[in-house]
């Protein structure tokens, strides 16, 4: 059964930082994509960033330059560095799964986790 687990979420203030941690079981995260998502209350989930099989990174134009998203294989584990936070930052950030090579160019996802919730203060 695949599971991805978010953590780290949590209330901070404007300024702050937070690092989000995506915990995959279940698979072989060597050989998948991995994507954070947000979705704010009342909008649309949006894609935050994504990480391919082979690290290669992309990132939404609204966190380009606060936020850092990379994986650790070992520990089956994919992290994003939220740095700088603001409260239009706040929102469940999801992550989720895709065993495909254009993932991180909007094909869907294979899995998803249940999210996280993330607070920004101002």
């Known amino acids: 059964q695949v599971q991805l687990v978010e953590s780290g979420g949590g209330l901070v203030q404007s300024g702050g930082s937070l690092r989000l941690s995506c915990a995959a079981s279940?698979?072989?995260?060597?050989?998948?994509?991995i994507g954070w998502f947000r979705q704010a209350p009342g909008k649309e989930r949006e894609g935050v960033s994504c990480i391919t099989s082979d690290g290669s990174t992309t990132y939404a134009d609204s966190v380009k330059g606060r936020f850092t998203i990379s994986r650790d294989n070992a520990k089956h584990t994919v992290y994003l560095q939220m740095n700088s936070l603001n409260p239009a930052d706040t929102a469940v950030y999801y992550c989720?799964?895709?065993?495909?090579?254009?993932?991180?160019?909007?094909?869907?996802?294979?899995?998803w986790g249940q999210g996280t919730q993330v607070t920004v203060s101002s």
């Open positions: 279940g698979i072989t995260l060597d050989y998948y994509a």
């Open positions: 989720a799964a895709a065993y495909s090579a254009f993932y991180c160019s909007g094909t869907p996802s294979d899995y």
